[in-house]
């Protein structure tokens, strides 16, 4: 699906001839259109119609009687709002589409902050969530709400989305689907550092040293008077590799996680996770 965006600046100089006889026997006119400023070509207007731009619903709020605002994620736009006009009516064809977790293919047109939808069209391909696994969706969506900044593509982060929403639907761990979608998410938007160096030696990250992580540098080895996450090496190593099959890695990545989530959300409270806490530890 390609998203459609259509995107001379043309001055015409005098004849040689012309000037000529301008400079020689400048006239009333010919002074008049000498002193006037030359008139450029208004450059054509870009076409902002975007049409078949896969995407998902991140949440939905009502606008004005028969309308929503959708916050949606899409593959080549990232995060954009739409307003969907109608769509609260009995009878609309969106009523049933724009729902989260499932894969659309949108058209919208427009250039302000909020473009207002064309169509949505429901793609498949995923199974839908259930139980605590559609309590997982409403966190991954809660956090690109909060941590990923609207029309900032991300088409990387996109597909590990798509990839998350398939292992939860296919009941993959959750808690090593969700450490591994979070870590993707702070890499992808450019908050989070290389887990492999030592940023205060630049020493590769020992396996057997106890580290902390600074939230806007990266690891550096634990002191004494630390009081943020203390992790092993092993640890670090194993979350850039993706790999949370030792039990301490998954135990110490999700303090660690928690902790570097909540300075990145600067104290914003993430309602998902509460939930989830509650009901799984995770």
């Not at 427009?110 to 064309?118: D, V, Y």
Request: charged share 20%.
């Amino acid at each position: 699906m390609n998203a459609i965006i259509a995107d001379a600046d043309a001055e015409q100089a005098l004849p040689e001839d012309a000037a000529v006889l301008i400079s020689i026997a400048p006239g009333p006119a010919a002074t008049a259109a000498a002193a006037a400023p030359k008139r450029r070509a208004r450059a054509p207007e870009r076409d902002t119609r975007v049409t078949g731009q896969p995407g998902f619903v991140l949440h939905s709020y009502p606008h004005r009687e028969t309308s929503l605002i959708i916050d949606v994620f899409t593959r080549d736009y990232g995060r954009i709002a739409l307003v969907a006009k109608g769509a609260k009516r009995p009878l609309s064809k969106l009523r049933g589409v724009l729902q989260t977790f499932q894969p659309l293919s949108l058209s919208w047109s427009g250039k302000s902050e909020i473009r207002t939808l064309i169509a949505a069209e429901w793609v498949g391909g995923l199974l839908p969530l259930e139980k605590s696994a559609l309590l997982c969706g409403f966190y991954l969506n809660e956090l690109l709400v909060k941590l990923v900044a609207r029309d900032d593509p991300h088409a990387a982060l996109f597909n590990h989305y798509v990839t998350t929403l398939n292992q939860l639907a296919h009941l993959e761990p959750a808690p090593i689907v969700l450490r591994q979608f979070e870590r993707a998410l702070l890499k992808q938007t450019g908050v989070a550092g290389d887990f492999t160096r030592c940023t205060s030696s630049r020493q590769p990250v020992d396996p057997a040293e106890s580290y902390v992580v600074d939230p806007e540098r990266g690891p550096r080895l634990a002191r004494a008077a630390d009081a943020w996450p203390r992790v092993s090496g092993k640890t670090l190593l194993d979350m850039e590799r993706e790999d949370y099959s030792d039990p301490a890695t998954q135990a110490q990545s999700k303090v660690l996680m928690r902790f570097l989530l909540a300075h990145h959300l600067g104290g914003a409270p993430l309602n998902t996770r509460q939930i989830l806490i509650d009901l799984m530890q995770l």
